[in-house]
């Protein structure tokens, strides 16, 4: 690989931006595909396939065989509130293979013996996305139930397109929440991407059970790549 390509994968990399490196077994050639250019490419169809799996491989093509090598940020979740269940969402996320941080202003709650070993910022949203801002590869699940803390990160990761956006609350607290965010300038079209009640169907109870669902809910948006098909303007298959 030269070095001005490695160059741009870095830089690829830094942004926390997917990018594949296509190389032509035959002749040795390579070549940058960022996930931005990805329907422009003549190879669009298996360079999507790479980034939605996050695997690489070879790949026929009329010219012969390329090997692309899939480069992809690790994908993290962020709980607004640090509660019983983020608690119980912090190890389940990092055996799913997620990084995993927690923010939450609180320093009651937002303390090293409820959380031993996570990623805590005992911060407000705003504070703490100055440093470390949300991309698309970042799942965002508010769950404080505090519009003072949830409202700015949940405004933050709809206009950042997150590829998963949940928030906890009933329908009619999902119903005040709304308001709020067109009060904000949001459009109903961004809104309408937030899952809530957050979480999968499952009938979730209990705080361990709520964090299944929301697991559940994340690994599905990021596995079928929700905001891969927005940004190609495509509907998911289903």
């Keep these: 690989m030269d070095r001005a390509l490695l160059a741009a994968l870095n830089e690829e990399r830094a942004a926390r931006r997917a990018a594949v490196v296509v ?7 390579h070549r940058l595909v960022r996930e931005a250019e990805v329907g422009a490419d003549p190879l669009a169809d298996a360079v999507e396939k790479a980034i939605r799996s ?8 009329e010219a012969g065989e390329v090997f692309l090598n899939a480069h992809l940020p690790p994908a993290r979740i962020v709980s607004i509130g640090a509660v019983h269940i983020s608690q119980a969402l912090a ?19 937002a303390s090293e013996e409820r959380f031993p070993g996570a990623t805590l910022h005992a911060e407000w949203p705003e504070d703490v996305l100055k440093e470390r801002p949300f991309d698309a590869y970042t799942a965002v699940c508010v769950i404080t139930h505090d519009p003072k803390i ?3 990160p949940l405004i ?9 956006i949940g928030a906890l609350g009933s329908r009619k607290t999902h119903g005040k ?4 965010l067109k009060e904000a300038g949001i459009p109903q079209a961004s809104i309408d991407r937030i899952e809530a009640p957050i979480g999968a169907d499952i009938g979730a109870a209990t705080p361990g059970e709520i964090a299944v669902a929301i697991l559940a809910s994340v690994i599905e948006a990021f596995r079928k790549r929700k905001m891969f ?4 303007g495509e509907t998911e298959p289903q």
Excluded at 157 to 162: I, R, V
Excluded at 229 to 232: E, G, I, Q, S
């Design 91 to 109: 190890p389940m996320a990092k055996i799913a293979g997620f990084d995993f941080e927690i923010i939450d202003p609180r320093t009651a709650f």
């Design 54 to 61: 996050g695997k690489s491989g070879i790949a026929q093509t």
């Design 229 to 232: 098909a927005d940004r190609r």
């Design 156 to 164: 933050s990761a709809l206009k950042t397109g997150c590829f998963y």
């Design 177 to 180: 929440r709304v308001e709020r």
């Design 23 to 29: 190389t032509e077994l035959a002749t040795g050639r």
């Design 150 to 152: 949830d409202d700015f």
